[in-house]
């Protein structure tokens, strides 16, 4: 679209990254605060990760787990106990070095992560195979100390949940961690209406710590990926490292079998660039803060604005309803709700109360269409989940189109000069490819997917016999 439809929101064909930018803060999501890289999340924001939150909770309570919170703070000598997983975040680790005027003795970490603080609990509560299984989640912020941010893919501080479980064997454990995943896809897919390809990271893109980290990856409306949610099989390194230690069924000392597994505010941001267009955000019904906005036409007029509110109660059963009865024109206020991604507009005055009807606006597809009182909700409830599913297929048709297998690396880089992509290609397993494959095309390895395909017999980077297909691109 050439069109400028809102004023000071730049076309994402002209500038992708001005146009997120510009959508978050136009429609009110986040601030910039005073500290680099940290963002205020405004309360239209806030209602998005809430109703995030509320869904995802609940599926977790019905997988078993319980929430628990663990402290802000890791004492240096904790973090330390297992070399991989700090050595993985030591560039991201912010420090507190004094308490008020006084130094520290011993440096206190800023939590990034708290596979540690769950691994120091679970040594003290957890000495029989009856203490098990373990299943907590706890929902919390977390800091990394980024070189480059951006609002909702990559800040100082996130908020996030986060679950650590502890199982008796291997199996139960991958069990876990297949189950979280499946959790995760179906959020994003059922709930954000944003299709994902599950797979495993290579051992190279793995967490710190993990034995192996599965992954939910999505396509972004410019062609770029997003690893949306991640769930990784520790193994038994944590429990090594922290003692925690149980009797097995034969009276035998045994380590725990560890997971964890973690989605983030981030996920606004995949959203966004999924499913926003040139107005500016464009919200799937199961998510939005507003699901339906009343906007009284001619509202000065005698009874406009008392059938107005009366259709908002009469509404309010069925869906997250507003009423905007400001004096603001109506052309500003169709303009705002577009941009707030607001899924339907009803507009009611004069001569719709005279006909006994509603005008209804998708903001998926622009369609206009008049609804008669009489079967109102009716037509609101299916509308509304027409809207989620054709969020859905677009950006599953979008994700198609913009995937490409390639055989060789000069094809690989010829698909990327001319746009991002989602590319299927073969690999040896070797991570000297991989890293070349990066130096000379930007992209990176996104995951092996679980449904694997057959598209060449060699590895697209050095020729040798193939392990396995895997996605590739360039990534937020």
């Known amino acids: 679209m050439s069109k400028q439809f809102v004023e000071n929101i730049t076309n994402m064909e002209d500038d992708f990254a001005q146009w997120y930018t510009d959508v978050v803060r136009k ?5 910039y605060s005073s500290v680099r890289g940290s963002m ?7 209602q998005i990760w ?7 909770d609940k599926r977790i309570k019905e997988t078993g787990h319980e929430n628990v919170y663990m402290p802000l703070f890791i004492p240096e000598s904790l973090l330390q106990k297992e070399k991989d997983h700090i050595e993985g975040f030591a560039p991201e680790v912010a420090w507190v070095t004094h308490g008020g005027e006084e130094e520290l003795q011993e440096r206190l970490c800023v939590r990034p992560t708290s596979e540690v603080l769950f691994g120091e609990h679970y040594k003290n509560i957890i000495h029989s ?16 100390w980024e070189k480059t941010t951006r609002p909702f893919l990559r800040t100082l501080e996130f908020l996030w949940q986060e679950g650590h479980t502890c199982h008796e064997t291997e199996e139960e454990a991958i069990e876990e961690t297949e189950k979280m995943l499946d959790v995760y896809s179906k959020i994003c897919e059922e709930f954000l209406a944003i299709p994902v390809i599950k797979g495993k990271k290579t051992d190279q893109e793995k967490f710190a710590g993990a034995t192996f980290t599965y992954t939910v990856e999505s396509l972004m409306h410019d062609g770029k990926a997003l690893q949306t949610a991640t769930s990784h099989f520790l193994g038994d390194g944590f429990a090594k490292a922290f003692g925690i230690e149980f009797l097995d069924r034969n009276g035998e000392l045994q380590n725990v079998q560890q997971t964890s597994w973690g989605f983030t505010t981030r996920v606004i941001g995949a959203m966004i660039m999924v499913h926003g267009d040139n107005r500016g955000l464009v919200l799937p019904p199961k998510v939005a803060p507003t699901q339906v906005m009343i906007l009284p036409i001619a509202q000065h007029k005698e009874g406009v604005l008392d059938h107005a509110y009366s259709i908002k109660n009469r509404l309010s059963s069925i869906a997250r309803v507003g009423i905007d009865s400001s004096d603001k024109q109506p052309g500003w206020k169709f303009n705002e709700y577009e941009m707030l991604g607001v899924p339907l507009r009803l507009e009611v005055g004069p001569r719709d109360i005279e006909k006994e009807q509603v005008v209804l606006v998708r903001r998926d597809t622009g369609d206009k269409f008049t609804v008669s009182l009489e079967e109102l909700e009716t037509k609101i409830e299916e509308t509304l989940s027409q809207i989620q599913a054709n969020l859905y297929k677009k950006a599953k048709e979008r994700m198609t189109e913009k995937t490409t297998s390639v055989t060789n690396l000069e094809d690989f880089q010829n698909v990327l000069q001319e746009g991002n992509q989602l590319i299927k290609a073969m690999w040896c397993g070797n991570s000297a490819c991989e890293n070349i494959i990066k130096e000379k095309t930007g992209a990176t390895s996104r995951c092996i997917p679980f449904n694997q395909e057959s598209i060449s017999a060699q590895c697209v980077c050095c020729n040798h016999q193939v392990q396995h297909m895997v996605y590739w691109a360039k990534a937020y």
């Open 50 to 56: 809430e109703n995030i939150k509320i869904e995802l």
């Open 40 to 46: 205020i999340i405004r309360p239209y924001g806030y």
């Open 129 to 144: 195979y009856r203490d098990l299984p373990k299943l907590y989640n706890q929902w919390s912020n977390v800091v990394r």
């Open 27 to 31: 429609a009110k999501l986040v601030d």
